[in-house]
Nanobody, 125 residues
Framework: QVQLVESGGGLVQPGGSLRLSCAAS????????MGWFRQAPGKEREFVSS????????YQSVSVKGRFTISRDSAKNTVYLQMNSLKPEDTAVYYC??????????????????WGQGTQVTVSS
């Protein structure tokens, strides 16, 4: 089993930045993908971004392209989400996810095996 612990959420003004971190522990493997989903109040869970073990395979939703950057430190089993130019519509609970192998469709919540507890991101003036 794999455990995921997120950190870095908080309150930020529009246009500001935050960096989320997610540390994985347990039976992680080098074929794994990690990523982020988010869920706003009253909305369905939404794919944000994902990355492979080496960091050279990334996917990203159109809604965050050019503003969010995902990265991974495999030595630390940690994935990061750098969020810049934040907008009020980015307000949501952000969840870290893990899968031992690549699965399609990567943007579906159903293909991810492990989920973190979530961290709140609020963008408001």
């Amino acid at each position: 089993q794999v455990q995921l612990v997120e950190s870095g959420g908080g309150l930020v003004q529009p246009g500001g930045s935050l960096r989320l971190s997610c540390a994985a522990s347990g039976r992680t493997v080098s074929t794994s993908y990690m990523g982020w989903f988010r869920q706003a109040p009253g909305k369905e869970r939404e794919f944000v971004s994902s990355i492979n073990w080496t960091g050279n395979g990334k996917y990203q939703s159109v809604s965050v392209k050019g503003r969010f950057t995902i990265s991974r430190d495999s030595a630390k089993n940690t994935v990061y989400l750098q969020m810049n130019s934040l907008k009020p519509e980015d307000t949501a609970v952000y969840y870290c996810v893990y899968a031992p192998v690549y699965r399609n469709p990567y943007y579906s919540a159903d293909v991810w095996d492990n989920w973190g507890q979530g961290t709140q991101v609020t963008v408001s003036s």
